[in-house]
């Protein structure tokens, strides 16, 4: 929300330099986004007098204006009465008005945020010369006309600065709107002033006006209409005025500027004070043509009737859509038909333009629950939605109402009929706190009548009982229920940054390990060692990507609310957003690299009580652009094996290499998808003690040509949850003493495969009761042979003694016979 | 920052007449940023080397 700071010290000093303030409000209200300094903007601006005004000689539509700016611009072409040539074409240029002259050299504020903004000089126009220029609405930035210059319209001098006679040398802090979700007031100026008054301690007063007692204004005109409320729980009061022979004309220069200061527009005298107010307040306030809503219902009384729509009605906005309302939405209607989306934005049939002479103004108060629904569903965000969403006070309807009227009335019209529906209104009531309880929340050291002067500057009120303070919030704070928010005032007032820092005494246990962020920490370790990097990317996917990467769409969740528009699928697996950054991170100069994510998948077709399971899985690519390809021997496929051994360390003998073609995925949606990304060729699914792992290889052609993935290039993704099956706890056997024995043994089998051969020794060694290491040495097939032979090296050793030449050939003999006899294999 | 609720003590199952506590959301994201001068949080999830391999992993 934009905040000007000259609104603000209408209501409160503010003592603090621009640097001090923000600071503060950083700390105690809320995070700054952005500030901007209009005083560049508004620049070198001087209210002149035109002296004297005729037509330009060669152009029938220009004049000359001689005006005197109280020598007050310097370098300037002067007359010999001191007076400065400027050419205008506007209508109202006239002898004797004050105007906003735009000297040479300064900057159109219109085009100040332009790339190249308008900067102004002394030129000819038709023969004549133009030293800058006299300012309209529009080249001033606080309105859209254009039709003539603007006229001041407040005490001013030849001379005077225009942006401080305007206000316009302002700060605007724009500071997070989700700062306040829970602070309604401070969605306008008044609340917002009121706690910068008591971040610095100081009291602060609200306007007279601003009060629950507010004078009952007296109708002095006949201007009658009904209020029925059939919606008494959700809109708890309704409040209107109608007001007679109002004129409809453009705001004062003022007006426009307060306006235009936080980024809102100029439209009427009527529109801008209800926007003026409710940027003031925080109530938004809504008007009615009077007489648009008497025609449409014919001869009967006027009438505003709050209720819901009724099936099939429909409205149109004042922002051009066209919607059917739910049955439960909140609606305005005359006798016959639908005229505002209640606490949301009119409709067409009743606002006010240019030849509204009679309005009805409404200071509603809406249910915050039922308008986010309404807001949500019919896609309405409006400056009415953001403050109503916030629960506003239903006691500020009036105060705020009879405020709204007695300004518009100081121009023209006359009161017709204020009504106001409502049951008994919500009241804050008193909450008892002692100083112990606060102090002993906040680690502070306060006083009681300290702790009641920081709420008392806000305008609580507080009676003091020695030291038990009686507390009251006042009646625009919806948010002060229990002891502990009045702990939460006096400790942000206060400033927490002023609390001691002290470390609790307290006995802590380490915590337990989590397993999966275990795992997940392993599997970090051992590939970031491998000079792999860690990348995070979006959980959510595009639908381009997942087409290009042949993933089945219907699976994967559709987010209602992404955070991008291309961004609206939940990712069913990690690798495509891998792939997606190998191309730019090559372009980037990198030429060789692994990247890899530890993420989480879902989909529709796993969930556990309607609630989508969460699969954490560990993906790699490895690319390798064609400059250094030829560094790699062999296929890609084996440089991400290797990565794959990092991370299963000790437990590789445990893991098996399946044909990826002819693997079933029915059950394992996540997989489904993940094989599709995959060449069958090259590709393997990965087996851990019988559990389907994951899948590591090489991609398909398509969309290594999609994503421009360079020819070596391959990858994997396993589900890192069932990476905690695999034992990591080593075992350890004391070493022998004694020396080892070193044979290389040669066994020719047909078409053992080389895994069962290895186990198959590996267990008959193990049964021998002796220390062993087996190594593979050479596999050799004899020329026209449909035999290999697969060659080992066997080192053993005892416990209990050296090994004699007789107990080698016992183990080689108990080998051989078993070898035979399981896999007809034959020793060389 | 403010104060945690004690509804939300109660429902974790401790009492709020005796414990009480601060609460605030902290983006770690924002505190890396803060410490790095790091302009844009959108470069976290950029995927760019350039920007990550100035960030090497602590052991």
Redo the contacts between chains.
């Keep these: 929300m934009k905040i000007s700071l000259n609104w603000i010290k209408e209501f409160t000093d503010v003592d603090l330099t621009n640097e001090q303030l923000l600071e503060r409000i950083n700390a105690q209200l809320g995070a700054v986004e952005e500030t901007v300094d209009l005083s560049q903007k508004y620049q070198g601006i001087i209210i002149s007098k035109i002296v004297d005004c005729f037509p330009h000689p060669d152009a029938d539509r220009l004049k000359i204006c001689l005006i005197d700016d109280g020598g007050k611009q310097k370098d300037i072409e002067r007359n010999a009465d001191g007076l400065v040539q400027v050419v205008c074409g506007a209508e109202n240029a006239r002898t004797g008005i004050l105007v906003a002259w735009l000297p040479p050299g300064s900057t159109v504020p219109a085009s100040f945020e332009d790339k190249q903004p308008l900067v102004l000089d002394a030129r000819k126009l038709r023969g004549e010369t133009s030293n800058g220029m006299l300012a309209s609405g529009l080249e001033l930035d606080l309105s859209d006309d254009h039709k003539g210059i603007v006229e001041i319209d407040v005490e001013a001098a030849p001379g005077d600065d225009f942006a401080s006679k305007y206000d316009l040398d302002d700060l605007i802090i724009d500071i997070e709107n989700k700062m306040f979700t829970h602070r309604p007031d401070c969605f306008g100026v008044l609340g917002v002033a009121r706690e910068l008054s008591g971040i610095q301690g100081l009291q602060f007063v609200s306007p007279d006006w601003y009060s629950e007692e507010v004078e009952q204004l007296k109708p002095t005109g006949d201007l009658p209409f009904k209020v029925q409320n059939h919606l008494k729980e959700l809109v708890p009061r309704f409040t209107a005025a109608s007001i007679a022979n109002i004129e409809i004309q453009p705001s004062s220069l003022k007006m426009q500027s307060y306006l235009s200061r936080i980024g809102m527009k100029s439209i009427n005298n009527v529109v801008d004070i209800t926007n003026f107010m409710m940027i003031l307040t925080a109530q938004p306030i809504h008007a009615y043509d009077y007489d648009k809503l008497k025609k449409i219902d014919g001869s009967q009384e006027v009438g505003l009737i709050v209720r819901h729509a009724e099936k099939g009605e429909k409205i149109t906005l004042l922002n051009g859509k066209t919607i059917e309302p739910s049955s439960s939405d909140m609606m305005v209607a005359s006798n016959s038909k639908l005229v505002c989306l209640g606490g949301a934005i009119g409709g067409t049939e009743a606002d006010v333009d240019e030849s509204t002479k009679n309005i009805i103004l409404e200071a509603a108060n809406w249910d915050m629950y039922q308008l986010r629904r309404t807001s949500m569903k019919h896609g309405v965000f409006t400056d009415a939605v953001t403050r109503f969403n916030k629960g506003q006070s239903q006691t500020q309807t009036m105060p705020v109402l009879t405020h709204t009227v007695n300004l518009l009335l100081q121009s023209s019209g006359e009161l017709g009929q204020i009504t106001d529906e409502h049951e008994e209104l919500k009241q804050n009531q008193s909450l008892e706190v002692s100083a112990d309880f606060i102090n002993?929340?906040l680690g502070s050291n306060l006083g009681a009548d300290q702790m009641a002067k920081i709420v008392k500057n806000v305008e609580f009120d507080v009676q003091l009982n020695q030291d038990v303070l009686s507390i009251k919030a006042p009646f625009w704070r919806t948010d002060i229920d229990?002891k502990?928010d009045i702990?939460?005032e006096i400790?942000?007032l206060y400033s927490?940054d002023k609390l001691r820092q002290t470390l609790p005494k307290r006995s802590i246990n380490p915590s337990i390990n989590e397993g999966n962020l275990d795992i997940n920490q392993q599997l970090?370790?051992a590939l970031?060692s491998a000079g792999a990097?860690?990348?995070?990317?979006?959980n959510f996917v595009s639908k381009k990507l997942m087409e290009i990467t042949n993933q089945n769409i219907d699976i994967a969740y559709e987010l209602k609310n992404a955070l991008s528009p291309e961004l609206n699928y939940y990712r069913t697996t990690v690798l495509p957003?891998?792939l997606?950054?190998v191309h730019?991170?090559h372009k980037?100069g990198?030429s060789k690299?692994g990247?890899f994510e530890l993420g989480k998948v879902h989909n529709k077709n796993e969930t556990t009580d309607d609630l989508p399971n969460e699969r954490s899985v560990v993906s790699f690519v490895f690319s390798a652009d064609d400059k250094v390809d030829n560094e790699y021997q062999g296929a890609p496929y084996f440089q991400a094996k290797k990565y794959l051994s990092k991370i299963v360390g000790g437990k590789s003998d445990a893991l098996k290499f399946t044909n990826l073609d002819t693997a079933d995925f029915s059950s394992n949606p996540w997989l489904e998808n993940l094989s599709k990304l995959f060449i069958g060729s090259r590709s393997a699914l990965v087996m851990l003690h019988n559990e389907k792992l994951g899948i590591i290889g090489e991609y398909q052609p398509s969309i290594k040509r999609s994503l421009k993935l360079p020819k070596f290039c391959s990858g994997f993704e396993l589900d890192a949850s069932l990476l905690t099956l695999a034992d990591s706890s080593a075992s350890y056997k004391p070493l022998s003493k004694f020396q080892y024995s070193e044979i290389d043994v040669t066994y020719s089998v047909k078409d053992t495969p080389y895994d069962k051969l290895v186990k198959s020794i590996g267990r008959e060694l193990k049964n021998t009761g002796l220390d062993y290491d087996l190594t593979a040495v050479d596999s050799y097939r004899p020329e026209a042979s449909e035999m290999i032979n697969q060659t080992f090296r066997i080192r053993l050793a005892s416990t209990q003694r050296t090994l004699s030449a007789e107990d080698i050939k016992q183990v080689l003999e108990r080998l051989d016979g078993a070898l035979s006899e399981q896999l007809f294999a034959v020793r060389v | 920052?403010?104060?945690i609720?004690?509804n939300v003590l109660r429902e974790a199952g401790v009492d709020p007449e005796v414990y009480?506590g601060f609460a605030w959301g902290v983006g770690l994201d924002r505190l890396v940023m803060m410490k790095n001068n790091i302009e844009d949080v959108r470069h976290?999830?950029s995927?760019?080397?350039?920007f990550?391999?100035q960030f090497g992993?602590r052991?």
């Design positions: 002993k929340r229990i502990e702990v939460e400790g942000r927490y970090r370790l970031s990097n860690e990348l995070l990317t979006y957003n891998l997606e950054k730019a991170n980037l990198y690299f990247l | 920052m403010g104060m609720h004690p009480t976290f999830h995927g760019n080397l350039s990550l391999k992993a052991r």
